[in-house]
C-alpha cells in the first residue's frame, strides 16, 4: 500500500518525514525545511509552511516563531518577463 | 460516475447558481486540445475547469513519486494543474482561461498523467525516499550516478518549443496600490479615491468580488469601484520591495512605484494533511464551489465535510446530491488513482463514506505573503492557528507606509464587515499620505 499523507503536495514530503526531522532535534520550521525540502517547491509554502507550523504547535506544545521567509516571487515568473523590466514604457 | 456539466434545469429554481448559469447561456463554446483528445470548453473559463468537466481528474504526476496530480484548489496555491500549453512548460491550468484550439499536455510522466509507469517510484518506496540525506551518503562516482538518474526521474516539465519573445514593461507612479479587488480592498480603494489619492487597484482575477466570486449562493451584487480608482484585472502583484511592486498583467511586467501599499490578499484554503489527501477528487471546499460557479459538478457523489462558508453553500446549492458532514474531520482519504471514498470521525465515532469527489472546508491560512515581503512583521496567531502580519486597529503594520485589510488580518468575517474594515484601512492609509502622521 503507498497511503501517504503529503504535508508538502509540492515536493512529495510527508508527514513522516517531518516527524522524523523533529525527532531529529528539527524544532522549528526553518530548520525542517533546510531537513526535508518541504516548502521549496512550485508553491513555495502556500499550502505547506502553515500545515507544517500546526504538526510543530502540536508536537512541541509551543506557538511557531516565524514562517519561512516569503521571497519574491509569489507565483513562478518566466524569465522572460523579469529580463524585460529594464525595457520600459512609461505609463 | 465521473465530473460533468451541469444545467440551470439541474438545480432548484431561484437558486442564484441557477440564475448564474442561465446568464451564461451557452454561448463561448470553443474546443481545447488535451494528451491529443478534443475537449469541450466554455471560453474564459479556467483551462482546468474545462478539462474537468471532460471527467480529467488527473493532469499531472508529482515530482518525486509521481502521484496523481489533479486540480486541489483551483486558485493557483497547489502544483495540481500544471501542464504544458501550447509548448510552454508549467502552466497552472487553473490560472489559464480556455481559448479555442488551446494544447494542453500532461507532462513529467510517461506517456501521459493519467497512466505514467514512472509510479514505481512511489511503490518502491511505501514509506518515504530521503533523497535529502540518501543521494549524499555515498560520495564520489556512485553520488553522480544517483543524481543523474533523479534529474531524469523527478522534476517538472521540459523546455518550451520555442523562443519566446515578451512585451515591454510598463511603470506606473501612484500614490496608493491596493492588491487584491475582493470587499475590503474595493472599499479601500474606493476610501482612497474619494480622498483624492491616485490609487490602483489590483487583482489575480477578471473581475472584482474576491471569494465572493466563488460562492454560488451570493447573489453576485459585489461592491463596485469608484470611478476614480484605476483598476487592472488579471494583474497578479508577485513581488514587492521598497516602494516597488511588481506586478504580471496579462503576461506584462508593471512596476508600480506607491507611497503606501495595502494588502488585501485575503485567506487560503486548504484541505489538511491526512493519508491520501493528494488524491485527484480530494478539493477544497472553496474550489468545488468555483467549479460550481462554472457550472461544473467536480463529482457525482461527494462526500463534503466542513462547516464554513463554501460548504455550506454547496450544501445549499446541491441538497441531497451531497452527504454533508459538517462537524467531521477527515482521518484518510481512500484510493490511489483517484479519491474513492473517505473515512470520517466525529466525537468518538468513525465511518466511511464511498466517493468520487471528497471536499473539505478545512482551516484557513492567511495569505500574508506579499505583507511579508513588504517587511510587514508577520507572527503565529494561536486563535486562528495560521500566521499574520501584525497590525493595529486600522490596518497599519510594523512597517511604514504598509497597511493590510480584511480576510487577511481577520480571517473570515462578514461581508459587511470585509468592507468596514477596508474603508477603515483605507482612510487611515489617506491620512499617512496627508502627512497626518501613522
Wanted: glycine fraction near 12%.
Amino acid at each position: 500500500m503507498t497511503a501517504k499523507a503529503m504535508l508538502c503536495r509540492c515536493e512529495d514530503v510527508t508527514l513522516d518525514e517531518v516527524m522524523e526531522a523533529l525527532e531529529a532535534g528539527h524544532q522549528d520550521i526553518e530548520s525542517v525545511k533546510r531537513y526535508t525540502g518541504f516548502g521549496t517547491g512550485w508553491c513555495q509554502g502556500k499550502q505547506c509552511v502553515v500545515a507544517c507550523a500546526r504538526v510543530l504547535a502540536k508536537a512541541t506544545g509551543k506557538a511557531p516563531q516565524l514562517p519561512i521567509t516569503p521571497r519574491p516571487p509569489l507565483h513562478p515568473v518566466a524569465l522572460g518577463v523579469l529580463a524585460s523590466l529594464g525595457d520600459v514604457e512609461e505609463g | 460516475m465521473a465530473p460533468r456539466r451541469i444545467l440551470p434545469t439541474d438545480l432548484p429554481p431561484g437558486s442564484p447558481l441557477a440564475r448564474r448559469l442561465a446568464a451564461l447561456g451557452s454561448s463561448g463554446r470553443v474546443t481545447v486540445e488535451h494528451d491529443g483528445a478534443p475537449v469541450a470548453a466554455v471560453e474564459g473559463e479556467p483551462l482546468a475547469v474545462s478539462l474537468l468537466a471532460a471527467g480529467q481528474l488527473t493532469l499531472a504526476r508529482s515530482v518525486k513519486y509521481h502521484r496523481p496530480r489533479g486540480a486541489m484548489c483551483l486558485r493557483g496555491d497547489c502544483d495540481g494543474c500544471l501542464v504544458r500549453v501550447d509548448g510552454v512548460p508549467n502552466v497552472m491550468s487553473c490560472q489559464t482561461p480556455a481559448r479555442a484550439g488551446m494544447v494542453a499536455q500532461s507532462q513529467n510522466a510517461f506517456p501521459t498523467a493519467g497512466i505514467d509507469v514512472l509510479r514505481v517510484t512511489d511503490w518502491f518506496f511505501p514509506k518515504h525516499l530521503d533523497h535529502h540525506h540518501l543521494l549524499v551518503k555515498f560520495g564520489g562516482a556512485l553520488n553522480r550516478t544517483m543524481q543523474v538518474f533523479a534529474r531524469r526521474m523527478a522534476g517538472l516539465g521540459t523546455l518550451p518549443d520555442a523562443i519566446a519573445t515578451f512585451p515591454r514593461s510598463e511603470s506606473l507612479d501612484v500614490d496608493a496600490l491596493v492588491v487584491g479587488a475582493g470587499t475590503s480592498g474595493v472599499a479601500c480603494a474606493n476610501a482612497l479615491a474619494r480622498g483624492g489619492a491616485r490609487v490602483l487597484l489590483v487583482d489575480e482575477r477578471e473581475g472584482p468580488g474576491g471569494m465572493r466570486r466563488d460562492d454560488p449562493m451570493d447573489d453576485g451584487a459585489y461592491p463596485g469601484c469608484d470611478p476614480a480608482v484605476t483598476v487592472r484585472y488579471g494583474a497578479g502583484a508577485v513581488a514587492t520591495y521598497d516602494d516597488e511592486t511588481l506586478v504580471i498583467h496579462e503576461g506584462r511586467g508593471v512596476t508600480v512605484r506607491a507611497r503606501v501599499r495595502v494588502f488585501a490578499t485575503g485567506a487560503r484554503e486548504s484541505v489538511g494533511v491526512f493519508p491520501q489527501s493528494d488524491v485527484p477528487g480530494v478539493f477544497t471546499a472553496r474550489a468545488f464551489a468555483l467549479a460550481l460557479c462554472h457550472g461544473v459538478l467536480a463529482g457525482e457523489r461527494v462526500a463534503l465535510v466542513g462547516d464554513g462558508l463554501f460548504a455550506r453553500s454547496i450544501a445549499a446549492t446541491l441538497g441531497e446530491r451531497v452527504t454533508h458532514s459538517p462537524g467531521a474531520a477527515v482521518v484518510e482519504a481512500l484510493g490511489s488513482r483517484a479519491v474513492k471514498g473517505a473515512t470520517l470521525r466525529e466525537g468518538g465515532r468513525e465511518w466511511t463514506v464511498k466517493c468520487d469527489a471528497l471536499v473539505v472546508d478545512g482551516e484557513l491560512g492567511a495569505a500574508y505573503e506579499l505583507a511579508g515581503q513588504a517587511g510587514a512583521s508577520v507572527l503565529w496567531s494561536d486563535g486562528r492557528q495560521c500566521f499574520v502580519p501584525e497590525s493595529d486597529a486600522e490596518g497599519a503594520t510594523s512597517r511604514e507606509g504598509v497597511y493590510v485589510a480584511g480576510s487577511l488580518r481577520w480571517g473570515r468575517i462578514d461581508h459587511d464587515a470585509r468592507a468596514r474594515d477596508g474603508a477603515a484601512v483605507g482612510a487611515r492609509a489617506l491620512r499617512d499620505l496627508r502627512g497626518e502622521g501613522r
